[in-house]
């Protein structure tokens, strides 16, 4: 390595780190603020508004800020199925392409967030503080993500391939900003046809979004550059979206802690003695920490190095392990508090609660499910496993109870009214850090840094997932595309079922090609008005929107968490699909019984008061 690729290393990692640190910083600073906001709301004459506002900024700031750290990371969504199946020197052509086009997205972030920041005037409603702050960590954010890219191609040696991305990126900017003749009825269709080839070439979703809503502009895109980038800051103007980080904190607090531990050792005491005993402590383990993480990804990270451990000395093969750990982390993006149905909260104004109530009987139908398969899949496993004595069970038990009374608080607390569902989140990481911290003392310092650096790793990714896909929904909703949709499916004269079907066969096909994300954003909000049209139950059509698209977790040929049992557990990829079909099947198959009996999934939030 020479001394500029040297020099370029050290300063490319000072970088990431500082980054990296901004954002645990950021991160701690926004769950302060909020629990002062409910501290303030309930003192006497107190108010939390203005704190509200503060958060949302500072969430804003981390979004565009921090992703730069982590776009080289596992949670960059990145799909490099198609760049991997090709030789060496095409591969090697594609990547700098797509490299190209990454750079393209924060091209669009820099020069339009520069625009807006300019232009915009006022002041904050709560802070009074000017407008264009908020929007200038948009530009700081993408050009910072230009310079590191930049640093980690020299080095890597790689300095010509990265001046070569950057090139692309400048024609790709300059075709988005011409003036083109032909324009289509229908430009949204265009860009997430654009979105669709880039992913599949290797650019992270995210940016696949934003690159190609700026593409859409010559073709007729109602949005300039500048309302792509207002478009997305204005995005995270809800309270809700900070649900997001919260919960990854109490997930990563949970992992970091040993509570985790302890949730697995009681599940272990509860069914390890059955057939499939590991198996099953594994999936009752993912059922029990869906309470408090709402992140699969935070389920997946923890079982690949804790629980598939135990799989593999169990008996089970390594790719059998890993299809374990992957199917029953599906669960927490059912089981609430499911970050899953605080996205589409966001992007129809569904309860939260209700989604939440309906959410859990969902998830519950998933695990019974999986265990069902478990069983019927299972074996005796090496060294046998004898029925845990009550000494051992309720030692397990009681080392369980705090992460129980944390699940308490997150739903009884919404329910009740007492706190937001983002209040509930911050509420749940303080609970998290008290107990690890305080009662079992087995959190320090460095430890809460590193849980406040992986949780600002995947909020940030999610984040900016989220920025992407609501330009390309923005575009959709001008379009009208939801109420054509609507009209044409009613002259087939569909009946419920009939619809649920149709859209189930949708999810899934698209489960296997986009991020449940996008299609959380950009498609469910399509669908909503021909559901509501033909009398279906909002609370039943969402639990049974979210249950399909979590299925694409393990659905190839995008699964995020096969990449991530992949990444973690070392298996092959072909081997892994392989032993998660059972799964999947059992996964449809309960879907199928929510989809066809509503009421499996409604008498609790009926029985709660809820309405859809």
Not at 223 to 249: D, H, M, N, Y
Not at 344 to 360: I, K, N, P
Not at 404 to 415: D, E, K, M, T
Not at 529 to 543: C, E, N, Q, R, S
Request: glycine share 10%; with cysteine; proline share 5%.
């Amino acid at each position: 390595m020479n001394a500029t690729a040297i020099i370029a290393a050290r300063l490319a990692a000072g970088l990431e780190r500082g980054l990296g640190a901004l954002g645990a910083v950021v991160l701690a600073a926004m769950l302060a603020v909020v629990v002062l906001s409910l501290v303030a709301r309930y003192a006497p004459g107190g108010s939390g508004i203005c704190s509200d506002e503060l958060a949302i900024w500072l969430f804003a700031f981390a979004v565009f800020v921090a992703p730069p750290a982590q776009t080289a990371s596992a949670v960059a969504m990145r799909l490099d199925l198609l760049p991997d199946a090709l030789d060496a020197r095409l591969r090697a052509g594609v990547g700098v392409f797509a490299e190209g086009i990454s750079a393209h997205a924060a091209l669009v972030f820099l020069f339009g967030g520069l625009d807006v920041a300019s232009a915009i005037g006022g002041t904050s409603t709560a802070l009074g503080l000017p407008e264009w702050l908020r929007f200038a960590a948009v530009p700081a954010g993408a050009g910072l993500a230009i310079l590191l890219a930049l640093l980690r191609a020299a080095a890597s040696g790689r300095t010509t391939q990265g001046l070569a991305a950057l090139a692309i990126a400048a024609i790709v900017y300059a075709i988005g900003a011409a003036d083109w003749v032909h324009r289509f009825d229908t430009p949204s269709l265009v860009a997430g046809a654009i979105a669709l080839v880039w992913t599949l070439i290797g650019v992270p979703v995210p940016l696949a979004l934003v690159s190609a809503a700026a593409l859409a502009i010559p073709l007729g895109s109602p949005l300039p550059i500048a309302a792509v980038v207002q478009t997305t800051v204005s995005g995270f103007g809800k309270f809700l979206l900070l649900a997001i980080p919260f919960f990854l904190i109490a997930g990563a607090l949970m992992q970091t802690s040993g509570l985790a531990e302890r949730l697995a050792r009681f599940a272990t005491s509860c069914v390890g003695h059955v057939r499939g005993g590991m198996a099953q402590a594994t999936l009752l383990t993912n059922v029990l920490f869906s309470g408090v993480s709402g992140s699969s990804i935070a389920d997946a990270a923890f079982g690949a190095k804790a629980l598939a451990p135990a799989l593999r000395s169990a008996g089970y093969p390594a790719e059998r392990a890993a299809a374990i750990v992957a199917a029953t982390s599906v669960l927490p993006n059912i089981i609430p508090p499911s970050i899953a149905f605080l996205i589409l909260a966001h992007a129809t104004s569904l309860s939260v609660g209700a989604l939440f109530t309906g959410g859990l009987i969902g998830g519950l139908f998933l695990a019974a499910a999986l265990a069902v398969t478990l069983y019927a899949g299972g074996k005796v496993e090496r060294g046998g496993r004898e029925r845990a004595d009550a000494t051992t069970r309720t030692a397990a038990t009681l080392g369980a109870i705090p992460v129980f009374g944390l699940a308490v608080v997150i739903l009884l607390g919404i329910r009740l009214g007492v706190v937001t569902p983002t209040e509930a989140a911050a509420v749940a990481a303080d609970y998290a850090l008290m107990i690890s911290a305080g009662l079992y003392r087995s959190v320090g310092f460095r430890d809460l840094y590193g849980a406040l650096m992986r949780s600002m790793r995947v909020s940030a990714s999610i984040g900016m997932l989220i920025a992407g896909a609501l330009v390309l929904n923005y575009i959709v909703t001008i379009e009208n595309i939801p109420e054509l949709l609507k009209n044409l499916i009613s002259g087939w004269n569909l009946s419920q079922i009939e619809f649920l079907i149709l859209v189930n066969v949708i999810l899934l096909i698209l489960g296997c090609i986009l991020e449940g994300t996008t299609i959380l954003l950009v498609i469910v909000p399509v669908l909503l008005p021909t559901a509501k049209a033909l009398g279906i139950d909002m609370i039943h059509f969402g639990v049974v929107a979210v249950f399909n698209i979590m299925l694409g977790l393990i659905t190839p040929p995008y699964g995020l968490l096969l990449f991530i049992m992949t990444n973690i557990a070392k298996v092959p990829l072909r081997d892994l699909v392989r032993d998660v079909l059972p799964f999947l099947w059992a996964m449809i198959a309960a879907l199928a019984l929510i989809t066809f009996v509503p009421e499996t999934v409604l008498w609790l939030p009926r029985a709660m008061g809820y309405q859809g």
